[in-house]
């Protein structure tokens, strides 16, 4: 027969492993409902901050000149400039979503003698590149037109059109008329990014 030390050891090991037992249900009770969402951990929260502040939005690196040939009284003509519009660098690092443009207009001549309206700027000419985190897929060339008051836009970019673009190739005509009276004449081209 068992002793009395004996059945109360047996009895004690029999209670720890029912104790163990329950334990280890409880533990992947709680595994089982956290994994599942029914247990929501509780604790403290730090909030993360930061700021991405807008970049350049710029236009670079016109053309100083472009100059066209003599021409003699008398003759009328179609002079292409001596320069391209190259390398001309458009910026859009304001990191807002807002498409932009590059337009191009131009003074009459001096003296009024010979309007704006004589010269040709060809945007259709040119070719756009990346020069730094660009996608040339986002910007269009514009289309050829005068360079009167209104002017044209020479390339524009979309929505998504970050980064630095390059232009190259665009060229400019001027119409001479025969009548055109002799003299020097000088006017101004003005590059406008918007």
Not at 74 to 90: M, P, Q, S
Not at 94 to 99: I, K, L, M, V
Not at 136 to 142: L, P
Request: aromatic fraction near 8%; charged fraction near 10%; proline fraction near 1%.
């Amino acid at each position: 027969m068992a002793t009395k030390q004996t059945i109360l050891n047996r009895a004690e090991n029999q209670v720890r492993q029912q104790l163990f037992g329950g334990i280890l249900l409880a533990v992947a009770g709680l595994m089982i409902m956290t994994t599942f969402g029914l247990v929501k951990a509780v604790g403290d929260v730090t909030n993360l901050s930061f700021n991405v502040t807008a970049g350049s939005f710029t236009l670079e690196n016109a053309p100083l000149a472009i100059n066209f040939a003599s021409q003699a009284f008398g003759i009328g003509n179609n002079i292409t400039g001596d320069t391209e519009i190259d390398g001309l660098v458009a910026t859009d690092y304001r990191g807002n979503s807002q498409a932009w443009g590059v337009t191009i207009n131009s003074s009459n001549f001096t003296g009024d003698e010979i309007a704006a309206s004589a010269l040709n700027c060809y945007a259709e000419a040119g070719i756009i590149s990346n020069l730094q985190n660009a996608d040339t897929n986002q910007v269009a060339k514009g289309t050829n037109g005068t360079l009167d008051s209104t002017g044209i836009t020479l390339f524009n970019g979309s929505t998504a059109a970050s980064g630095r673009f390059n232009y190259d190739n665009g060229f400019i005509n001027l119409t001479v008329d025969g009548t055109d009276p002799a003299g020097a004449y000088t006017a101004t081209l003005v590059y406008t990014l918007a």
